[in-house]
C-alpha cells in the first residue's frame, strides 16, 4: 500500500498536509483537499483507522462476552448487541466463554489488549469479583441478564419474577393444578428469578408447592428432556410443566414423544426466552418472550453514555416480559 510520502509526492504536496486532511487537524483549501484526495484513489491509500483512533484514545470497538454463543438466545443476545453498536458507528468482538470461567478471565484480557472503548458482559454465573476488577480498570462496563446485586455496575435484565408468574398464572388459568417446573442452575440470578415467580403464582392460586415437582435443570436440551422422563414418571403425572428455557423445553418435546405424550393434550408446556426456534417446535412453544432487541439496544446506550460520563450513578433497568401463547398448552384432558 502506498505511503504518506508516496501521497504527497503524487500530489504535490507536504506530508504534513495530507496528514492534515486525513485527519482534519488544520484548514486546508477545497482544491488542496479534493488534490490530494485524487491521490489517495489513484495509489489505493487508506489511511490506518487504527492509528488514528489510538492518536485520538479510542478504537470504536466493543467487546462482547457471550456465556454460549450455541444457545440461540445468546446469539440473539449478541445479534442485538452488534446491530446496536453498529448503529451508533462501533464495530464489536464477541468472546464465547462457554462456561468456562478461565477462559472468562482470559477473554477480559485480550479486550482489554485491543483497548476497546467498553465491554458488554453476560458471566456464566455469578462471577462478581471479575466484574469487580474490570470496572476497577475503569474500562466501561455494562452486564447483562444478571444481577449483580451489591456491585455498582450499570446492568440490563428482564423481570423473570414476573415471567416466572404469568407463564404459572396461564398454566392455572387452563385448569391445570398439578404444575411441574423445570429450572436452570441454581447460580445463575434469572433461573432462580423464574422459580419464584412460579411458586409465588401457586401460592396465590392457594396451592401448596410440591417439591417433588420443582427438577434441577441447566439450561440445556439434554437437561429438560432428563428432567422431563423423571416427571412423567410420577403418579399422579404432572398435567403442565413451566419450563425454564426453551432450550429446556425443546428436550422435555423429545422426552414426550419418546413416550408417546402428546402435547398439549396430555400434558401442556410453557417455556421462556422466546427464541425465533420456539414458533418452529411441533407443537409451538407459548413462550414467555425477552425483549432482545430492547436489551441490546439498551445495553449500548447505557455503554456508550458510561464511556461520555464515568461519573454516572450505577443504573439499572429491568425490562418488562410477555407471554406469547401457541399450540403447546391446553385445558387439561
Known amino acids: 500500500m502506498a505511503t504518506i510520502k508516496e501521497v ?10 495530507v496528514s492534515h486532511v486525513i485527519n482534519g487537524t488544520r484548514y486546508v ?26 492518536r485520538r484514545g479510542e478504537t470504536h470497538t466493543l467487546g462482547l ?15 442485538a448487541i452488534e446491530t446496536a453498536a453498529f448503529e451508533r458507528g462501533y464495530s464489536v468482538i464477541l468472546c464465547n466463554t462457554e462456561n468456562d470461567t478461565e477462559k472468562e478471565r482470559m477473554y477480559t484480557e485480550v479486550l482489554e489488549n485491543k483497548q476497546v472503548d467498553g465491554m ?19 474500562l466501561p462496563l455494562v452486564v447483562v441478564d444478571r444481577d449483580m446485586g451489591s456491585l455498582e455496575l450499570d446492568t440490563v435484565t428482564t423481570d423473570n419474577h414476573h415471567g416466572g408468574l404469568i407463564a404459572t398464572q396461564h398454566l392455572l388459568s387452563l385448569g391445570h393444578r398439578i404444575i411441574a417446573c423445570i429450572t436452570g442452575p441454581s447460580n445463575i440470578t434469572p433461573s432462580a428469578e ?6 409465588a403464582a401457586l401460592q396465590q392460586a392457594g396451592i401448596l408447592v410440591d417439591e417433588s415437582l420443582v427438577v434441577r435443570g441447566d439450561f440445556h436440551a ?29 428436550g422435555v418435546i423429545r422426552a414426550a414423544s419418546q413416550l408417546g405424550l402428546r402435547i398439549p393434550e396430555d400434558v401442556s408446556i410453557a417455556s421462556f426466552d422466546n ?25 449500548i446506550t447505557l455503554l456508550l453514555e458510561r464511556m461520555q460520563n464515568a461519573s454516572l450513578p450505577p443504573r439499572r433497568n ?16
Open 8 to 17: 504527497a509526492a503524487h500530489a504535490n504536496v507536504s506530508s504534513a498536509t
Open 29 to 54: 483549501s477545497d482544491a488542496v483537499r479534493a488534490q490530494v484526495e485524487l491521490a489517495m484513489k489513484e495509489l489505493g491509500y487508506r489511511p490506518n483507522a487504527l492509528a488514528r483512533s489510538l
Open 65 to 79: 462476552i457471550l456465556p454460549d454463543s450455541a444457545n440461540p438466545f445468546f446469539a440473539e443476545i449478541g445479534r
Open 120 to 138: 458488554i458482559f453476560v458471566a456464566s454465573g455469578d462471577h462478581r469479583e471479575t466484574l469487580s476488577q474490570i470496572a476497577q480498570k475503569g
Open 194 to 199: 423464574r422459580v419464584t415467580g412460579y411458586r
Open 222 to 250: 439434554p437437561s429438560g428432556y432428563e428432567g422431563a422422563m423423571q416427571l412423567f414418571q410420577r403418579s399422579p403425572r404432572p398435567t403442565a410443566i413451566f419450563v425454564c428455557n426453551d432450550m429446556m423445553s425443546i
Open 275 to 299: 427464541i425465533e426456534l420456539a414458533s418452529y417446535t411441533t407443537p409451538p412453544l407459548t413462550s414467555v418472550a425477552q425483549p432482545k432487541q430492547e436489551i441490546g439496544q439498551m445495553a
Open 318 to 333: 429491568i425490562l418488562p416480559t410477555r407471554l406469547v401463547i401457541r399450540e403447546s398448552t391446553r385445558r387439561p384432558s
